[in-house]
């Protein structure tokens, strides 16, 4: 096992720095290692080498200037070599290189929203092409939260009323997992997704359709299963069951056709046209029993998104 530079026990490395941090990291994890069993192996040895025996005198010490003068110059060498090997590292990765691509990341509970310098956005789902630089520009609109995206070896507070940045060079094609790494309510664990790393002619396409996904469900005509997926992408899962529980949103279960009560005592036979308005303008008709708390997806879902949810709720019969 490479256990300096490498990965040993870290996560994959996904980013261009990861590995300068790993090499900090794993530095100082080492020198811990070292000093903390050097420590205890010479204090074990001690206490065994100079327990009491009886007659046995000890010498009379008042010091030894050379001894101290080297256990406090050695440390101080250590902490600040620490010291200049961290800075150097951070003070490269303050700032963002000019050119990087910003994409702003708003946190919520229990939901992260992306929005591309096009002003497209995604909830949950982050995208990203490969060996850009791209620059996070975050803030909460509720608790602090904390973006983390292991493999970047990324990882920064999401505070309400500030702005944060972070900026990183993803090297690694492919699915890396995002979490919130500050305690944030109930549903905090429920705060993740996947940035997917792709090369730039797929991120230009997911910008402008929502990618090579959409793609081969529409080559397949399986509209439900692209609904399923905004489904789990957009966080309609975090409300909405699929299973006839009802949760902080009613169940899209026997949802389509069936004859729904609203809060104002009105009844409505549920169709297409319905469960459009119900995205986009989720206020408009609130399901008697419900408090209003779904957030409009208006510019958040593309038409053929809604097609595919329309779709899918159709399919749960
Ligand atoms: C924060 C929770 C929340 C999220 C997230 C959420 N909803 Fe809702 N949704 C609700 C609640 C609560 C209601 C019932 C009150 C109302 O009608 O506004 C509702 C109602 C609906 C209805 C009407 C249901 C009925 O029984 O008539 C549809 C359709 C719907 N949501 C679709 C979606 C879709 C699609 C998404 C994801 C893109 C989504 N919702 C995300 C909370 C949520
Ligand atoms: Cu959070």
Known sequence: MNWLTGRF???PQGSAFADQVDTTFLGIYWLSVVLFWGITLTTLYFAWRYQYKAGRVTPHQTHNTTLEILWSVIPLLICVGLF?????????YAVAPGDAMEISVTGKQWLWEFTYPDGSKTINDMHVPVNKPVRLVMTSEDV????????????????????TQVWFTPTVLGAHTFTCAEYCGKDHSGMKGIMTVEKQEDF???????????????DSGDWAGWGKLQYERKGCNSCHSVDGTSSKGPTWK????????????????????YLQES???PNAKVVKGFEPIMPTFQ?????????GLVAYIQSLK
């Open 84 to 92: 200049f090997w961290g800075l150097n590292g951070y003070m490269k």
């Open 144 to 163: 602090l939260h904390d973006f983390f995206v292991p493999d970047m070896r990324v990882k920064m507070d999401v505070i309400p009323g500030r702005y």
């Open 204 to 218: 230009d396409k997911f910008l402008a359709t929502g990618g090579t996904e959409w793609e081969t469900y529409r």
């Open 9 to 11: 026990m870290l996560p």
């Open 279 to 281: 995205m986009l303008q």
């Open 254 to 273: 026997g949802l389509f056709g069936k004859t729904e009560t609203l809060g104002t005592g009105t009844t409505l036979v549920v169709d297409d046209a």
């Open 299 to 307: 510019g958040l879902l593309r038409n053929h998104e809604i097609k």
